[in-house]
């Protein structure tokens, strides 16, 4: 796999369970398809997800048909770059994991920023 996270390095999975990525291989990797490039690996929060379900999109509630079991706080999922931003603005962005989150996202938000809600390492 040549893509890299933020830091530069080879791109590490952010999520096995639940499983999460464009692609569903628990990496947030992106393409040409990936029309909300879901590149940002976070931790999610109720706050954030609170604040996503106001904004349309209801990541707490399970979709079976299309294997989603929902999310609940301290999930990590792989978040559009937009919404995490939007998030930003609005003072309920959740953690990132650094380590696990692409580089494309550099294209709308600087490192400086990304590292100031970094998750500490395990």
Known sequence: MSDKNVLGEPLRACSFAPLTGFFRDGCCRTGADDLGTHVVCAKVTAPFLEFS?????????????VRFAGLKPGDRWCLCATRWLEA???????????????????????????????????
């Open 53 to 65: 379900r106001r904004r349309g999109n209801d990541l707490t509630t399970p979709r079976p048909e």
């Open 88 to 122: 930003l603005e609005a003072g309920v962005a959740p953690p990132v994991i650094l380590e696990a989150t692409h580089e494309r996202v550099l294209e709308l938000v600087r490192l400086q920023v990304l590292k100031r809600y970094a998750l500490e390492p395990a």
